[in-house]
C-alpha cells in the first residue's frame, strides 16, 4: 500500500488522534496572498461576457448526471467572451462579504486589508489555493503562450510568450487518445500552491485543497453545462513535465488537473504543434511570506500522488470501487421530484452562493421538495475524470440526518439515488448527536432542516487506481460540495460546509462500522432567519466586477 492509505486514515482519525504538528498556531501577520503575484508580466485584460450568456441553471445541472461524450457532435465552443465570464463568475471577485455572522473572521470583515471577497466556488477557509493557467495556441484570440488568471483583476498576465500546445499534447499522452483535447490548442491548466492553505490548516492542507480543486471543476462544469458546452478535466499526465512549464517545484506546488477547451475557429483536421526543447515560463511568482514552512507529511503526500502521474487507470478500472447500495431495512420513503426554478441563470446564482454561519432557523423547515432537489443534484455531481467510465457505477453515497423537514421524521436516512428515496436508519432528532462531534462554535447544527453527508470507499479507489486516485475522491467530493452549494442559492435557502467533525463517530451512527465508506465532509441545509444583517456594498459604491482592478501597494494585493 502507499502513503496515501496512511494519510486517509489518518485523516479519518484526526477528530481523536491529532494530526502532526499538535498545537500549530498560524502566524496570521506573515501569511500569503490568497492569488499568486507576478512583477513585471504583462497584463491583458479580459472582456465583458454579457449577463445574458450566463445560461441556464437548470440546463447546467442537470448535465451533471450525463457523463459527456468527448465526441458528441454539435458541441458548442468556448469564445473569449465566453471563457472570462467562466472565469469570473467562478473564481474572480463579485463582492464582498460584510453580512454579519457567527464565523471568527467577522471582527476583521470591515478592515480593507482583511476584506473578504465572494466568489462563485466555495474553498476550505476561503483561502483559494487553486492557480488557473491558460496554454493559448494559435488558434485563439491572442498571441501564443502561457497565461495566469488573476482573480484580483479579472485579467490575465503573460507568462511566456509562444506556442507550448504541443508540449501539453505530449504531457497528456494517452489522455489525448480518447479525444481529450486531440483536436485543441487551448488549454487551461490547474496547480496548488500548498502554502497558500498549509500557512493554516498544516499537514492536513492537503485534504482540504484536493476538494478546493474539485469544487472549481463543478463550478466549471455547471457553468459551461449551462451554456451548452463541455469541461472535462484530466487528472493523469505528465505533472513533471508540466510543473517544469510552469516554473514551479514540485515540493511546494502540485499540478491537478488539465481542462482542454473547445475553442472557436479550431479545425477538427488540425494536428498539434510539435513538442519544444523543455520551455518554461520567465516569470516567479513572488512569495509575500518571509517564513514558509514545510511539513513533512504534505511533503510526501504530494510526493505520492504525484509519483505514477502518467500510469493513466485503464477504462474500467474504477468500477470496483464504486459506491454500493446504502445499507438499511427501513421501508423506502418516496421524495418529490427534484425542480429547480426554470429561467434561473447560472451567472446569478453563483453569485449569491455563501456560507450560512451560523443564520440557520430551526422554526422554519425545509420542504421535502427542497431537500429532494439538493440531494438528487448531489448524487449526480462527478468529475467526468478520463478515469470514470461512461455509465459507470457512482463513487459515492449520501446519507442524511433530518432535523426540520415537513414530512420527515427526525432521523437518519440513506439517499438511494436510483430510485430517489430516503431509507431509515436510525430514528429520533440527531441534533444533539451532530452538534458534540462538530468541533467549531460557527454553526448549531441542531437549527439546521437537515445534514447531508458524503461516503466515499477511498480505500478501494486506492487500491483501484493508487496512490493518485486520492485526489480524484477528494476532487468527487468538493465537485459535491460545490454542487450542493449552488442547489441551496439556486433554491434560495441556506448553505455551509464543514470539515471539522468526528469522522469516526458518524461511521458508528450512520451504521457504517466494518465497510470501508469514509464520510469526509458535513454539508449542512435549512432556511435562514428572516432579513439577516447586511451591508449592500453594491448600493454603498457600484462597480463594474467585470472590469474592476484593485490597485496594489507594492507587491502585495490590498
Known sequence: MGYAHEYADAILHRGRVPMEPVDFEPDWADRPRKAKFYPGAETVPLPECPVGAAGDLTRGLLRLSERQDPQAAEQATFTLPLLSGMLLDSYGFTGRRLAVQANTDLAALPHYPHANWSRGTASGGGLYPVSIYWAAGPSGPLTPGVYHYTPHHHALRRLMAGNVTGDIHAALGAAVKD??????????????????????????????????????????????????????????????????????????EGVFAVVPLDW??????SSPAAPSSGPAVRHRDAERSRKVLSFETLLRIQDATSAHATERPATGTLDQAGARPPHGDGQPLALPAPELPRGTGARAVLRARRSSFGRFAADRPLTAGQLATTLAACAAATLDSEAERPGGPRLTNLYAFVNHVEGLTPGAYAYHADTHTLRPLRSGPPGSFLQRNYFLANYNLEQTGAVLVPTVRTTAVLHALGDRGYRLVNGTVG??????????????IGAGVALG???????????????????LLVMLLGNERPRPADFRHEIAAPVDTASTTIKEKGTQPV
Open 179 to 252: 479525444g481529450s483535447g486531440t483536436h485543441t490548442d487551448q488549454f487551461l491548466i490547474l496547480s496548488i500552491k500548498y502554502w497558500q492553505n498549509a500557512f493554516k490548516y498544516n499537514s492536513f492542507s492537503f485534504h482540504a485543497v484536493s476538494m478546493d480543486l474539485g469544487a472549481l471543476l463543478a463550478t466549471w462544469r455547471i457553468w459551461a453545462g449551462a451554456q451548452g458546452l463541455r469541461t472535462k478535466p484530466v487528472l493523469w499526465f505528465d505533472e513533471e513535465r508540466l510543473g517544469r512549464l510552469l516554473g514551479i517545484e514540485a515540493a511546494q
Open 264 to 269: 472557436a475557429g479550431t479545425s477538427a483536421t
Open 479 to 492: 465537485a459535491i460540495a460545490q454542487t450542493f452549494y449552488t442547489a441551496a442559492s439556486a433554491l434560495e
Open 501 to 519: 467533525f468526528d469522522n469516526i463517530s458518524y461511521v458508528e451512527e450512520l451504521g457504517l462500522t466494518g465497510t470501508d465508506e469514509a464520510p
